[in-house]
């Protein structure tokens, strides 16, 4: 039941919150790439065959969303939410390279905050210098062990390794489900932030271009949330202005992917190979 291979979900971008002009074009466009990207995407090498073909997660961008004001990144056959198991940790990797000062902090307290509505436990487990990377393996046992390689999280600039984080991206988020299309379920994956968005600060003072939001943001992708158009929401593509709070909506897609929903079978760890997201 628990034969493996992957599939790679369309990264999640995010335009600079705030009223830019051209943004809602640029993520307009973006949309149309992802959904033109998605048939391609499908595609994994090397794998047994098993009934395993790497169906992709669609990313619900901003219209699917859940009666209690959340959208769900991508659904099981069954109709339940793609998870992580909730009775394992989600450990995290941190390439720091590039960091802006203070956000060490931020990440704790987003950690913190996407722990406390879902239940799930993410961890730091420490620095790497791994580079992030449109085609990291989900499985590197000389770097990690035999284990699914942890998430990483890095400060990249932008295109770096083939990432489709654009210049104007804040982050990017990169969940990978394994597992037979159908019933997979989360067991990696990465949360790049722009390191060239210098206009953003540490901290979590305002929705718009604190980077505290930004790491809560893209650590709810993470775990299985998609966009929704509420902009009380910071889920919202483009969050709304003031001090940064998760939203009624967010709060309760944290809990649709969370803890409450019960332990899942995680298949062993193996080498797989991970299709890259769409590219321009
Ligand atoms: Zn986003």
Do not use: K
Not at 182 to 197: F, I, P, W
Not at 220 to 242: F, I, K, N, Y
Not at 245 to 272: F, K, M
Request: proline share 10%.
């Amino acid at each position: 039941m628990t034969t493996s291979p992957t599939s790679a979900p369309e990264p999640a971008a995010d335009a600079p919150s705030g009223p830019r002009p051209g943004a809602v074009v640029t993520l307009l466009a973006l949309a149309a790439l992802v959904a033109a990207g998605v048939a391609a995407v499908g595609v994994t090498r090397g794998l047994p065959a098993t009934a395993d073909t790497g169906g992709i997660p669609h990313h619900a961008e901003p219209g699917v969303e859940a009666a209690g004001g959340y959208a769900v990144w991508a659904y099981n056959d069954d109709g339940r939410p793609i998870r992580w198991d909730p009775c394992t940790p989600i450990d995290i990797v941190v390439a720091p390279e590039g960091a802006p000062p203070g956000t060490d902090a931020d990440l704790e307290r987003a950690i913190a905050e996407v722990g406390r509505h879902s239940g799930l436990h993410l961890r730091v487990m420490g620095e790497t210098d791994e580079r992030p990377a449109a085609r990291r393996s989900a499985y590197q046992p000389r770097r990690y062990g035999s284990r699914w390689a942890p998430v990483l999280l890095a400060w990249a600039a932008p295109h770096e390794n083939g990432l489709s984080l654009r210049d104007t991206d804040r982050g990017l988020a990169i969940p990978v489900a394994v597992g037979h299309p159908g019933a997979r379920v989360y067991v990696t994956g990465q949360v790049v932030l722009n390191a060239e968005r210098d206009d953003l600060e540490a901290g979590f003072g305002d929705r718009a271009d604190a980077w505290g939001a930004t790491l809560l943001h893209e650590l709810s992708h993470l775990v299985g949330l998609a966009h929704v158009e509420d902009r009380d929401q910071l889920m919202s593509v483009h969050p709304g202005e003031g001090p940064v709070t998760l939203g009624s909506g967010d709060r309760a897609g944290l809990a649709a992917i969370g803890a409450e929903h019960g332990c899942l079978d995680v298949p062993p760890p193996r080498d797989v190979e991970v299709a890259p997201p769409p590219q321009r």
